[in-house]
Nanobody, 125 residues
């Protein structure tokens, strides 16, 4: 499946931003869709994931209570709503999709064969 990420931009600390991940050709049915991010000089890290079937969600501890991942069935899109953003969360955010992933593997970037192009989120202090 081909992915298209959008919605990045510049926001002040404490602000909110919404990112979208759309499937360009096929439905997300049976997929898990995740967001990862990579900040300057940092490794890529897991942010959140959702299983399309059932809608179960999973979050990195650092974003729990501030970020929400959800699916828009009508638009075949996964949205990451980010609130109370911090300057250290400045990064390129990537969406990824994979099938047949068990819960313990959802946070591993190596388990996802399909990736979007990334969208830059800059949080100013």
């Amino acid at each position: 499946v081909q992915l298209q990420a959008s919605g990045g931009g510049l926001v002040q600390a404490g602000g909110s931003l919404s990112l979208s991940c759309a499937a360009s050709e096929r439905t997300f049915s049976t997929y898990a869709v995740a967001w990862f991010r990579q900040g300057p000089g940092k490794e890529r890290e897991f942010v959140a994931a959702i299983r399309w079937n059932g809608g179960h969600t999973y979050y990195a501890d650092s974003v729990k209570g501030r970020f929400t991942i959800y699916k828009d069935n009508a638009k075949n899109t996964v949205v990451l709503q980010m609130n109370s953003l911090k300057p250290e969360e400045t990064a390129v955010y990537y969406c990824a999709a994979g099938r047949g992933l068990i819960v313990s593997s959802l946070s591993s970037s190596k388990q996802y064969p399909s990736w979007g192009q990334g969208t830059l989120v800059t949080v100013s202090s």
